[in-house]
Nanobody
Framework: EVQLVESGGGLVQAGGSLRLSCAAS????????IGWFRQVPGKEREGVSC????????WYADSVKGRFTISSDNRKNTVYLQMNSLKPEDTAVYYC????????????????WGQGTQVTVSS
């Protein structure tokens, strides 16, 4: 059974940092890519970043480039999202998803999702 479990969300002031973790199980971690998405009420899920655990390639949404960094620890089957210089507009529920089977920023490319973790950035 595929499981994705996020952790690390919370409340932070603008300009601060948080690190999200996504622990994955139930599939061959090294062979696939894992993505991070975020969603605010009333809007569609937005692709934030993605990492290929096979070759380390990464992708980022323009809105987070230079501020967020995605990484992966293949020994722990865990993907991280380091979020720096946070802005109020980064406030959302963040989800990890995988294994990727299509275009990285499209939600339909990911068959499995975590439960989500709330990130709130105060101004």
């Amino acid at each position: 059974e595929v499981q994705l479990v996020e952790s690390g969300g919370g409340l932070v002031q603008a300009g601060g940092s948080l690190r999200l973790s996504c622990a994955a199980s139930g599939f061959t971690f090294d062979d696939y890519a894992i993505g991070w998405f975020r969603q605010v009420p009333g809007k569609e899920r937005e692709g934030v970043s993605c990492i290929s655990n096979r070759d380390g390639r990464t992708w980022y949404a323009d809105s987070v480039k230079g501020r967020f960094t995605i990484s992966s620890d293949n020994r722990k089957n865990t993907v991280y999202l380091q979020m720096n210089s946070l802005k109020p507009e980064d406030t959302a529920v963040y989800y990890c998803a995988g294994p990727r089977r299509g275009t990285w920023y499209l939600a339909e490319a990911y068959p499995y999702w975590g439960q989500g973790t709330q990130v709130t950035v105060s101004s």
